[in-house]
């Protein structure tokens, strides 16, 4: 089945530093990827998508592109703010059984000033 | 203001009883899920619905149920069968077409006694 594998955490860069989280996945087909970030006590907000290879998305600084020839979708951000402490999931929603999606176990981050 | 109410945010049972977790929307979303997040892991589906009057199960089904009487509402029971219900549980909707975005509630933390 499809599967999502994050880099494990958790991470602790200190303020103004280069973050890559990397994420893989496994599934058929080409599924949408997205990138979710939690808040300390809150739900899932969307932070970042792509639905097909090679595409690209960004929000608030941080980017990912959707590599098929890889099977990454890593998260990226040229320098990090302390807001930026929370804890980042990455996922898929693959061409089967399409209202799923299947979660990576998170990664915790932690910026430091 | 449109979203998604989880209530309450903090809830305490006593072993061996029964509880209900609230969901309520007003996207006027037709599908509706439920998560559970424990620590250091992904989310896992517990229950979805695409459409009033319909359910189906998810990965870890086993000791919960739920209702979807109303569009606006889909509550989780967790039963006495649920052998550790202590976790943090996530209610979902998603938007139609192809947009087909997940967006979160605020979540309940759960914690049995």
Not at chain 1, 53 to 76: I, M, P, Q, V
Not at chain 1, 85 to 110: E, M, N, P
Not at chain 2, 79 to 85: E, I, L, R, Y
Request: proline share 4%; aromatic share 12%; hydrophobic share 30%.
């Amino acid at each position: 089945g499809d599967s999502v594998t994050q880099m494990e955490g958790p991470v602790t860069l200190s303020e103004e530093a280069f973050l890559t989280i990397n994420c893989t996945y496994t599934a058929t087909g080409y599924p949408s990827l997205f990138w979710y970030v939690q808040y300390p006590g809150e739900g899932l907000q969307l932070l970042l998508k792509a639905t097909k290879a090679d595409d690209k998305g960004s929000n608030k600084g941080f980017e990912a592109t959707y590599r098929k020839e890889t099977t990454s979708f890593h998260l990226e951000k040229g320098s990090v703010q302390v807001s930026d402490s929370a804890v980042y999931f990455c996922a898929l929603r693959g061409i089967q059984g399409a209202q799923k999606l299947v979660f990576g176990q998170g990664t915790r981050l932690t910026i430091n000033p | 203001d449109g979203g998604i109410t989880q209530s309450p945010k903090y809830l305490f049972r006593k072993e061996g009883q029964n509880v209900t977790l609230s969901c309520e929307q007003n996207l006027n979303h037709d599908a509706m899920y439920w998560y559970r997040q424990d620590p250091g892991q992904g989310l896992r589906l517990i229950y979805y619905s695409q459409i009033v009057n319909d359910f189906q199960k998810g990965d870890i089904a086993e000791g919960y149920s739920v209702s979807r009487e109303k569009k606006e509402s889909f509550p989780l029971t967790v039963t006495s069968a649920q052998k550790n219900p202590t976790a943090f549980y996530l209610c979902a909707t998603r938007s139609p077409g192809g947009n087909n975005e997940q967006f979160f509630g605020p979540g309940t933390r759960l914690t049995v006694l």
